[in-house]
């Protein structure tokens, strides 16, 4: 059997959060859910609440995956992620992190091996607790048409898509789970080379 897969979508619990552009990583991870149920119309349940995560099981080929969205709100996201880390064994290479990016154009997507936060509460948190930031991320874009560097970035990311926006974000979120089934099927540097723009294409080194 092929080593587990930890598969993480931040965003914030609750109705009022619910399409917002700071929830992208869960709208990705329900997608996924979707997508890899062998009934889509009664997909897998994430809903077994473990280190203060909704949790769910799926298989990727013969590839267990965990998938997880914290419950802590954004900006405590590395305190579940670690726990689920260390609960599981799971090897932080084998993890990647599903988020929001308001340096990338709403339809856009981009994978790295590491890095820093970019500003991104939740991944700041995954990085503060795991103390180290070498481990994988999928960076979904969610600057629109009208977001201006400098304003507000709390209000804007917390606010919903513009409905020109959900038309464009609609098929990146097909991408981004085929991009997760690359990574767990076949590496870092697979996913980074098919689903990255040519100029995008880092060593995983």
Known sequence: MAEAALVVGLGNPG?????????????????????????PARPTRVDRLDCRALTGRLRIGDTPILVA?????????????????????????RMIVVSDDVALPVGRLRIRPSG??????????VID???????????????????RPGEDLADYVLDRFSK??????????????????????????????????PSEIVPAG
């Open 116 to 125: 820093s936060s970019g500003g991104q509460k939740g991944l700041q948190s």
């Open 129 to 147: 607790c795991l103390g180290a930031d070498d481990f994988p991320r999928l960076r979904i874009g969610v600057a629109g048409d009208h977001f």
């Open 69 to 93: 969205k914290p419950q802590t709100y954004m900006n405590l996201s590395g305190e579940s992620v670690k726990g689920l880390l260390v609960k599981h064994a799971i090897p932080r290479e």
């Open 15 to 39: 109705d009022r959060y619910v399409g917002t552009r700071h929830n992208v990583g869960f709208e990705v991870l329900d997608a996924l859910v979707r997508r890899l149920s062998a009934d």
């Open 164 to 197: 020109s926006e959900r038309t464009a974000l609609a098929p990146v979120l097909g991408t981004a789970c085929e991009a997760i089934e690359t990574f767990v099927a076949e590496g870092i540097d697979a996913a980074m080379n098919r689903f990255n723009r």
